[in-house]
Nanobody, 120 residues
Framework: QVQLVESGGGLVQAGGSLRLSCAAS????????MGWYRQAPGKQRELVAY???????NYVDSVKGRFTISRDNAKNTVYLQMNSLKPEDTAVYYC??????????????WGQGTQVTVSS
């Protein structure tokens, strides 16, 4: 059984920084793309940042220049460095791992979510 365990959320003032981590544990042979999504109260979940297995990245326009996604394939971990945080970044952040191969099949997994709250 594969699990994605997130950490690093919390409360921060506007202009501050946080770093989210998401580690895949269990029987993991390979992982495809990894991404961070967020969902604010009353809003749909949106893709924030994405990184392919080869390191290609993509960001939603609202975080470009402020957030950086990276991954450590040896540790099966994806990170999201969030700088210059704004109150509108407040949401529950979820990580996603696409096409996780456990030796038998390819499955997509989601983390449990971590709360990020930015105060004005």
């Amino acid at each position: 059984q594969v699990q994605l365990v997130e950490s690093g959320g919390g409360l921060v003032q506007a202009g501050g920084s946080l770093r989210l981590s998401c580690a895949a544990s269990g029987r993991v042979f390979s992982i495809g793309a990894m991404g961070w999504y967020r969902q604010a109260p009353g809003k749909q979940r949106e893709l924030v940042a994405y990184i392919s297995s080869g390191g290609r990245t993509n960001y939603v326009d609202s975080v470009k220049g402020r957030f950086t996604i990276s991954r450590d394939n040896a540790k099966n971990t994806v990170y999201l460095q969030m700088n210059s945080l704004k109150p509108e970044d407040t949401a529950v952040y979820y990580c996603n791992a696409d096409r996780v191969y456990d030796g038998i099949s390819y499955v997509d997994y989601w983390g449990q979510g971590t709360q990020v709250t930015v105060s004005s």
